[in-house]
Each structure stands twice: as structure tokens, then as C-alpha cells.
């Protein structure tokens, strides 16, 4: 089973930016795909981004121009870079990795924007 770990979030002003960390482990844990999803408060969980091995990257067009995803498959690490942050990006932040065709799911960060 794979343990994810989000770090980075916490309470900024809108317009500021945000960089998120996810870290899995093992690091032998071989992993082809991880993804960060977000949950507003009262809101669905839903997509938001992905990174797979070849560093394909992919991020949904609601947020795009503003969200960059990055990261290391090999090493089991994925980093979500918020820019021009809004109060609606305003949700706890997810991050997940996709092993031995099985979804692992962190326990996520929050991330809240103020006015």
C-alpha cells in the first residue's frame, strides 16, 4: 500500500501564490501516475491535475494558466504551483498515486484564500 503526504497549503490573500508538495513511500513503490483533486467546502472532490511517467503532464482547463504541476514519478514526488490564487481556489487538496492499478489517496492540505 502506498502512504501520500501533502504539505504546503495554509491561509494566503488572493493573488498570492502557493506551491504544494505530495511525497509517496515507500520509495520503492513503483508508480506510473499521480494527481492532485480539491474539495471545497460543501463541493464535490474533482480533478484538477495529473503527472504520469515521461513527466506527461496534464491540468484541467479550469484551472490552467494559473496551476502548474510538476514532479518526479521515479521518485515518487509531484509538486502543484498555484499562482494568482482566488478565493475559490479555496478547498482542502489532494494528492494521489496510482499503484498496481489501485488509486492511494492522501489525507490532503488545506488551502484557504482570503479577500
Known amino acids: 500500500q502506498v502512504q501520500l503526504v501533502e504539505s504546503g497549503g495554509g491561509l494566503v490573500q488572493a493573488g498570492e501564490s502557493l506551491r504544494l508538495s505530495c511525497a509517496a513511500s515507500p520509495s520503492s513503490a513503483s508508480i506510473n501516475t499521480m494527481a492532485w483533486h480539491r474539495q471545497a467546502p460543501g463541493k464535490d472532490r474533482v480533478y484538477v491535475a495529473a503527472i504520469t511517467t515521461g513527466a506527461l503532464t496534464n491540468v484541467d482547463d479550469s484551472v490552467k494558466g494559473r496551476f502548474t504541476v510538476s514532479g518526479d514519478i521515479s521518485k515518487n514526488t509531484m509538486y502543484l504551483q498555484i499562482d494568482s490564487l482566488k478565493p475559490e481556489d479555496s478547498a482542502v487538496y489532494y494528492c494521489?498515486?496510482?499503484?498496481?492499478?489501485?488509486?492511494?489517496w492522501g489525507q490532503g492540505t488545506q488551502v484557504i484564500v482570503s479577500t
Open positions: 494521489g498515486a496510482l499503484h498496481n492499478d489501485r488509486w492511494s
